[in-house]
């Protein structure tokens, strides 16, 4: 049954890796079967698995797997194989691949639950095992970073818990499904769909709740800062989606305002801080929160076509972040910094990583033909239906997200040369670029692949209307 063995899979992982030497291996194999599963799922029918595990507290363990969170599993597994092909030298090798098979099973256990306690236990696991992964291999500053993590996470999720309880005692369920079928009367939804909701506003960096989103870019290894967008905001979309519009869609009506105008802000005011920054690690951090708060804004909108496009971003967002943090680590280990101040001029000193860098960085911000453009595209067309104003403010976004493309080009690949190394970019490097290029140019160019598969069966049944 494939819900439970795109779980299953990377817990056994787990365990090998805590017992083998070839750990390392054992994640990398755990990551592929979870997508080639996932990919499966979504070209055949697979049914739900359910058991009773706590009756007195309405709780099962039950699991189904549709297209969405197949497509968004999918997701999660490439950019965990990124993070995993990406950490040759990492110490305490077997707890550290032990860990990320956990957070890839915790965030493939978030998209598969089909019962609100399930979907608690496993968001609480992949915001600890991110804590755990910053914590014991970032750099300078890691201390303050997971604790960031952990507070702005376990905060919310503590009001996670007050809905998750109230509702149990209420409904008598906390089947996700079930609750669906019979919504609660409109005056009663705004309340826990704001306690819902400030799970996962947080995790999707949403303005003014991003402070510790760009510490942990800043703190952390590339390889695991590349998880923040690829599995915590992705389920954190996902979260809003599935919980917040599919189970209170007139409680996210009355609060849409507000919050579009929070998403709006964040997007222009993080594209704007980005284009502004010397730090390579922070002009990504940035940039992807900018991303992150467009995705934002369509969920809020409420539409059909801007839910599509929410879910299109997030998948550039995780495939573009991860590129760009290969390009950045590439160019600091060539200049020994991630300061442009202190590099620059890699055009001339190393021509195939300018280039792709050059590629990498137009992509992630939305060049046409590119994932994040065609999200963008669809996110601002289904926002302008109900909030016009709001939509013409965040394509503002999009000039400026340009302007850290441009900003980046300009200062680390351009210029006179200050690396001291005419290292050019090697075939791993080059290898994972292109990998991730093409899948955000294939989506980019033909987001049908995407768009398609995403029914309406799978989308909440009301619209979110103002």
Do not use: K
């Amino acid at each position: 049954m494939i819900a439970l063995a795109v779980v299953g899979v990377p817990l056994v992982a787990m365990l090998v890796c805590v017992v083998s030497r070839a750990a390392r291996i054992a994640a990398a194999l755990a990551c592929l079967s979870v997508g080639g599963l996932a990919i499966a799922a979504l070209v055949s029918a697979s049914a739900g698995l359910r058991y009773s595990y706590a009756a007195p507290l309405r709780s099962a363990f039950l699991v189904a797997i549709d297209p969405l969170s197949a497509l968004l599993i999918t997701l999660c597994a490439a950019v965990c194989l990124f993070s995993v092909a990406s950490s040759a030298r990492v110490g305490d090798r077997g707890a550290y691949f032990a860990i990320c098979s956990l957070a890839l099973a915790s965030a493939t256990l978030v998209l598969v639950a089909r019962d609100l306690g399930l979907f608690f236990i496993g968001w609480e696991m992949l915001l600890v095992s991110l804590a755990i992964l910053v914590r014991h291999w970032g750099g300078p500053g890691r201390d303050e970073a997971s604790i960031r993590l952990a507070v702005h996470g376990l905060a919310g999720s503590g009001l996670f818990l007050v809905a998750l309880a109230s509702i149990a005692v209420a409904r008598g369920t906390l089947d996700i499904d079930a609750l669906g079928a019979r919504p609660i009367a409109a005056s009663g939804q705004l309340f826990p769909a704001l306690l819902f909701l400030a799970a996962f506003a947080p995790a999707i960096a949403l303005f003014p709740l991003h402070g510790w989103s760009v510490r942990t870019f800043v703190a952390a290894p590339p390889a695991i800062a590349a998880l923040v967008p690829g599995l915590l905001a992705t389920t954190a979309c996902f979260g809003i989606v599935r919980v917040c519009l599919g189970l209170f869609p007139q409680g996210m009506a009355a609060a849409a305002p507000v919050l579009i105008a929070f998403a709006a802000v964040g997007a222009v005011y993080a594209a704007l801080v980005a284009s502004r920054q010397d730090d390579l690690r922070r002009l990504v951090a940035f940039a992807a929160v900018s991303q992150q708060s467009l995705a934002a804004l369509a969920l809020f909108a409420g539409t059909t076509t801007a839910i599509r496009g929410a879910i299109v971003i997030a998948i550039a967002n995780g495939l573009g972040a991860a590129a760009f943090i290969v390009v950045g680590a590439a160019v600091a280990d060539r200049s020994s910094s991630f300061l442009f101040s202190r590099t620059g001029g890699l055009g001339a000193s190393a021509p195939r990583l300018a280039a792709v860098g050059a590629l990498v960085a137009l992509a992630a911000t939305g060049v046409p033909g590119s994932a994040a453009f065609a999200g963008d595209v669809l996110a601002i067309a289904g926002t302008y239906e109900r909030f016009p104003a709001a939509a013409v403010i965040a394509a503002a976004a999009l000039v400026l997200q340009a302007a850290c493309a441009a900003a980046f080009i300009r200062r680390a690949l351009d210029g006179p040369r200050l690396a001291e190394t005419s290292r050019d970019a090697g075939w791993r490097e080059t290898a994972l670029v292109g990998v991730l290029l093409a899948a955000i140019f294939v989506v980019g160019l033909v987001p049908r692949v995407v768009t398609d598969r995403i029914g309406d069966e799978v989308l909440p049944a009301v619209e979110v209307t103002p």
